[in-house]
């Protein structure tokens, strides 16, 4: 992949991996586990990617976690907290608009350069 197209697509993929990472935390999930959510609606992220941005999630006080030890292995457990889905779903709605925004001109890309 050329390093410049590589830069810009982890710029874009940093802001729409903290919804999709808020978007799965209606529910207590572990780190292993949100990583197989992600993946199964073919969201591919880094166990290395996706920690920090757990921490720095709950540093903001979008998420609370807890630990399960209950189990051979103990866990943490994150979820958005209200704070987090009030967060949440202005971001979801601003990707709506933006999305739409963007595909309008993407679409458009190309049609009306003759009028320049």
């Excluded at 729409?16 to 780190?31: E, R």
């Excluded at 992600?38 to 941005?53: D, K, M, R």
């Excluded at 963007?102 to 320049?116: F, M, N, Q, V, Y």
């Amino acid at each position: 992949m050329d390093p410049l197209l590589d830069t810009f697509t982890t710029e874009l993929r940093r802001g729409t991996l903290t919804l999709a990472v808020l978007s799965q935390l209606k529910i207590p999930q572990y780190g292993y586990s949100l990583v197989q959510r992600l993946e199964e609606a073919g969201v591919t992220i880094e166990q290395s990617t996706l920690y920090p941005l757990l921490r720095r999630l709950e540093k903001q006080e979008l998420l609370t976690s807890s630990w399960d030890t209950t189990e051979s292995r103990p866990r943490k457990y994150y979820v958005i907290n209200e704070y987090g889905s009030e967060l949440y779903e202005q971001l979801k709605n601003e990707w709506k608009t933006m999305t739409l925004e963007l595909k309008t001109l993407l679409e458009r890309d190309g049609d009306d350069h003759e009028s320049d």
